[in-house]
């Protein structure tokens, strides 16, 4: 199977990549997909195997792997992204059956397709999870209905668990958002929920922030008043324990709202350019927060006037969010069942 390239739908696919397992037993899954993805998805009790594919591969490299993924991929080829590129890898491999949405003009490298989810005639957005489970229709692989999953590794757990102790619930803020900055919420303002939470009930907060985010972990920890935790350094794995652990996430529409989804983790979501259509979970607990706005969903990485979506969106709301959903899940003190 081919995941999607973006962290957050790689963790929606993981209902039909589990559901593919269940409808075929007794065939070896491998997974392939970014180096990333691959991390993210590392620990998979019904996973056989994962290929990492360097992200935008040249052509060469793209054969390379193709080959390298042909006995693996002889019977059946599922392809969750959209992209021509994905389709035309998962031909390269010899597949016998390439399954994939019929869409960008990829039909001639498929052998099954299945149209996209369209209002009006016109494709429209569904949640992500359920597109991918719809895609397997034509195989007859089912979905059981147990949401999300990932698997927290041990070493990186137990370690957190010891750094991040102490009283008071634990909440984790993600500012970061790979997509682009018109879903980030302000730095300043992350630093400002963390100052009330902390005063309001002992929280203590843990930031976390990946590669690339540096400037942001930067702004954050200089505007917040209280003292926030880091995790090590430990990539995919550590953000895995961390959420795993978390008794509540702040953050923005990106990866780790998925992430912590995936570990039945409350989230207050802030959510600006993008449309809720795609990324509403029935598993998901705790508060979307968004404000209509005239020029959204632009679904666009930068915003091209005053990006009113986030500035729309107050520290105050935020702040009540989150108390809510902490008094919600009686979490005034750490969970008890903090294990993943």
């Not at 080829?77 to 399954?99: D, E, I, K, Q, Y």
């Not at 003292?227 to 702040?250: F, H």
């Not at 705790?286 to 009113?308: E, I």
């Not at 709301?317 to 750490?334: N, S």
Request: glycine share 8%.
């Amino acid at each position: 199977a081919f995941a999607p390239n973006w962290l957050g739908d790689a963790v929606m696919c993981t209902p039909a990549l589990r559901a593919l397992k269940r409808r075929f037993p007794e065939a070896a899954l491998t997974v392939a997909g970014t180096p990333a993805v691959c991390a993210l998805l590392e620990g998979l009790p019904w996973l056989d195997a994962l290929h990492p594919v360097p992200y935008r591969a040249g052509p060469g490299e793209l054969w390379r792997h193709a080959r390298l993924l042909a006995p693996h991929a002889r019977d059946l080829a599922v392809v969750f992204p959209h992209s021509f590129r994905a389709a035309l890898m998962a031909r390269l491999t010899g597949a016998r059956r390439r399954l994939g949405q019929d869409r960008g003009g990829r039909r001639v490298l498929l052998t099954d397709t299945v149209q996209p989810h369209r209002e009006n005639g016109h494709i429209a957005p569904i949640y992500m999870a359920r597109e991918y489970l719809d895609l397997l229709a034509p195989l007859g692989a089912v979905d059981d209905n147990e949401g999300l999953e990932l698997a927290a590794p041990a070493e990186e757990t137990a370690l957190l668990r010891e750094r991040l102790a102490g009283p008071g619930p634990l909440v984790a803020l993600a500012p970061g958002a790979a997509f682009g900055p018109s879903k980030r919420w302000f730095p300043e303002s992350f630093a400002k929920v963390a100052d009330n939470l902390a005063a309001d009930c002992g929280a203590r907060c843990v930031l976390l922030t990946g590669p690339g985010e540096e400037d942001t972990r930067d702004a954050v920890l200089a505007a917040a008043k209280t003292p926030l935790l880091q995790c090590p350094k430990g990539g995919l794995g550590m953000l895995k324990a961390a959420l795993s652990l978390a008794d509540l996430l702040i953050g923005n529409d990106s990866g780790p709202r998925h992430i912590a989804i995936a570990f039945k983790t409350p989230v207050v979501c802030i959510m600006g350019p993008t449309s809720p259509a795609y990324t509403h979970s029935p598993w998901e607990r705790g508060r979307l927060l968004r404000v209509d706005v005239d020029c959204g969903p632009c679904q666009k990485p930068t915003c091209a006037t005053d990006h009113r979506c986030m500035t729309g969106v107050t520290v105050e709301a935020v702040t009540r969010a989150a108390r809510a959903v902490l008094a919600e899940c009686g979490l005034k003190t750490p969970r008890s069942d903090s294990s993943p």
